[in-house]
């Protein structure tokens, strides 16, 4: 037996928590920008993923207009910066809404540094920052998604394996799930695919 709904069943943000408790783990992009006034910001967005490799393009979305977007679109750049373990209170923090004219960076005493390619600063303690250009965006009702090129990684070599590529385990990234619920790492499995045999 099944409880089914449609949209129309739930409207408003009841829908919306139905599919936010249903799709998950979800990865969080801690997105850095900066204001065409220059205004740092700092926000979560656990609607994240990589929708091209090559070119390399990550996306996020903005349900709303919020900060990132509208510096994003201002500016054309911006920063996902992987939320560790180590930094879920500050990932959290910065997600209030803060109005447009706050420095997250100054209010949460979170330390930045100097990107390589773009404007928006780094978060220093984070482990891996992409650095972005905006590629573009569409809109989908109240939402938007943010499409960037990934134009420079910047990887803390504490977190890279014998292969030179960041290993998991050491990067301990953080999940949204449903509610207010988040997840950490949990039980890592190495599984080979299966080839093809007619």
Same mark, same amino acid.
């Given at each position: 037996m099944r409880t089914e709904w449609t949209p129309q069943d739930l409207p408003g943000r009841a829908f919306y928590r139905m599919i936010t408790a249903v799709v998950v783990p979800r990865p969080i992009a801690w997105v850095s920008t900066t204001s065409a006034d220059?205004? +740092?910001? @700092?926000?979560?967005?656990?609607f994240f =993923?990589?929708? %091209?490799? +090559?070119p390399a393009i990550v996306q996020f979305t903005s349900t709303g207009?919020? +900060?990132? @977007? *509208?510096?994003?679109e201002a500016t054309g750049e911006f920063v996902v910066n992987l939320a560790?373990? &180590?930094?879920?209170?500050? !990932?959290n923090a910065s997600g209030t809404a803060y109005p447009p004219e706050v420095d997250e960076f100054e209010a949460l005493g979170i330390t930045r540094e100097e990107s390589a390619a773009v404007? $928006? $600063?780094? !978060?220093?303690?984070? &482990? /891996?920052? @992409?650095? %972005? =250009?905006?590629?573009? =965006? /569409?809109?989908?009702?109240?939402? =938007?998604? !943010?499409?960037?090129?990934v134009v420079h990684v910047a990887v803390d070599d504490g977190v890279l394996g014998r292969d030179g590529l960041p290993e998991v385990e050491r990067l301990r990234p953080l999940a949204r799930l449903g509610r207010?619920?988040?997840?950490t790492l949990g039980e890592v *499995?190495? !599984? +080979? *695919?299966? $080839?093809?045999t007619p």
């Open positions: 220059g205004v +740092d910001n @700092l926000a979560p967005h656990s =993923t990589i929708a %091209c490799a +090559d207009r919020k +900060d990132s @977007l *509208r510096n994003a560790s373990e &180590p930094l879920w209170k500050e !990932v404007r $928006p $600063p780094r !978060v220093a303690a984070s &482990p /891996v920052a @992409l650095e %972005c =250009t905006l590629h573009s =965006t /569409v809109g989908f009702g109240t939402s =938007t998604v !943010v499409f960037g090129r207010n619920e988040w997840s *499995r190495a !599984v +080979d *695919r299966l $080839p093809y």
